[in-house]
T-cell receptor, first 117, second 114 residues
Framework: GAVVSQHPSWVICKSGTSVKIECRSL??????MFWYRQFPKQSLMLMATSNEGSKATYEQGVEKDKFLINHASLTLSTLTVTSAHPEDSSFYIC?????????????FGPGTRLLVL | SQKIEQNSEALNIQEGKTATLTCNYTNYSPAYLQWYRQDPGRGPVFLLL?????KEKRKERLKVTFDTTLKQSLFHITASQPADSATYLCALALFTGTASKLTFGTGTRLQVTL
């Protein structure tokens, strides 16, 4: 199956600093990737759609200037949390789309746990 | 308003029995529906996809049904094993023109005991 990696797997940072998370599709090319956030005991919430070579599309309520997304190649999308604050502490998960016969399947990375002190 | 509900937050069953998880939705017209498994601290793992015009899909011990009239999907794990213990998420797919966006249910935590 399709493999998606994320780096780092966890990060601790001080309030006010910026953190970059990488999402890579290892054995396929992905025109579209998605970024999600998951708080404890809650489901995944879509933050933004990342399209290779164009600007990301953000969901309502997600600040695009705070969560910068860059999809510079068909195998890499990055999410930068700028000026992070404790309320940004969460589990960030990316997915990459693989078109398949009956539709599309999103393959997810293992997630990045962010803790902002 | 749009809503996706998975019938129970947690489900405990005995090894060897069939686990049945329910996903109900309102005010959606999904193109297809997917089921994922998520283990603690990990990303979701894709299990099955079923389209709106399909009634049933099977994969090994897994079976999914999709009733667009009832707006419901059922997910079955037969001959359940302790290794099946995890959180199971249903997700509705809506086409956006370039790719399908997924909206996830709240998940059902399945615990299979010996």
């Amino acid at each position: 199956g399709a493999v998606v990696s994320q780096h780092p797997s966890w990060v601790i940072c001080k309030s006010g600093t910026s953190v970059k998370i990488e999402c890579r599709s290892l054995d396929f090319q992905a025109t579209t990737m998605f970024w999600y956030r998951q708080f404890p005991k809650q489901s995944l919430m879509l933050m933004a759609t990342s399209n290779e070579g164009s600007k990301a599309t953000y969901e309502q309520g997600v600040e695009k200037d705070k969560f910068l997304i860059n999809h510079a190649s068909l195998t890499l999308s990055t999410l930068t949390v700028t000026s992070a604050h404790p309320e940004d502490s969460s589990f960030y998960i990316c997915s990459a789309v693989v078109p398949e016969g009956y539709g599309e399947t999103q393959y997810f990375g293992p997630g990045t746990r962010l803790l902002v002190l | 308003s749009q809503k996706i509900e998975q019938n129970s937050e947690a489900l405990n069953i005995q090894e060897g029995k069939t686990a049945t998880l329910t996903c109900n939705y309102t005010n959606y017209s999904p193109a297809y529906l997917q089921w994922y498994r998520q283990d603690p601290g990990r990303g979701p793992v894709f299990l099955l996809l079923i389209r709106e015009n399909e009634k049933e899909k099977r994969k090994e011990r897994l079976k999914v049904t999709f009733d667009t009239t009832l707006k419901q999907s059922l997910f079955h794990i037969t001959a359940s094993q302790p290794a099946d213990s995890a959180t199971y998420l249903c997700a509705l797919a809506l086409f956006t023109g370039t790719a399908s966006k997924l909206t996830f249910g709240t998940g059902t935590r399945l615990q299979v005991t010996l």
